[in-house]
């Protein structure tokens, strides 16, 4: 099926959710109001003509002063059988940097949801495990916000002065061969 009839599809079934539809060099993406983003997903999983069995990534985008709503979250759907791509949008608000998790649906969404909710700060509602999946159970920010202070945070990592000792300490054990 080609994408384009399964944007249809989902806007027939979803009419007040699908923002956005662009196509461009044969691919197309779907943007979405945020709220039913697990119902739709499930559609385009289990819908037996669509059937997206292949989450293949989730990212997360941050358009700071350039949108209404700043965050997005893509996910990029593939279907195995059917050999048809598509990409949704979800957008995302920073009053409220959070939505439904996918993991119900697609089961390799943890880790991707746990690394946009830490490099985002964006909270995925029903996530099994959300924590810290990159940076330190500690660190303070979202790193990958275009807000982020370029030099890091503005102290140093509490835990900085450990890494630097344990680094010393295991240089014995390097191989110079």
Known sequence: MEPVN??????????????????????????????????ISRFLHDDPD????YLVDVCGVDYLGRK???????YHLYSIKH?????????????????DSVTPVWI????????????????FNGHPDLRRILMPEDWEGYPLRKDYPL?????EWRG????LERS??????????
Do not use: C, M
């Open 50 to 53: 669509l059937y997206f069995d």
């Open 83 to 99: 050999r048809h791509a598509i990409r949704l949008k979800a957008e995302v608000s920073a009053d409220d940097p959070s939505l």
């Open 6 to 39: 399964i944007t249809e599809k989902v806007k027939e079934i979803f009419p007040e959710e699908v923002l956005d539809v662009r196509e461009f060099r044969g691919q197309v993406s779907v943007t979405l109001r945020k709220n039913r983003i697990r119902d």
């Open 160 to 163: 900085f002065e450990d890494v």
């Open 108 to 123: 390799g969404a943890n880790w991707h949801e746990r690394e946009v909710f830490d490099l985002y700060g964006i909270k």
């Open 168 to 177: 010393k300490r295991f240089r014995d054990y390097e191989w110079h061969g």
């Open 68 to 74: 209404e709503k700043r965050f997005e979250v893509v």
């Open 151 to 155: 030099k890091g945070p503005a102290k």
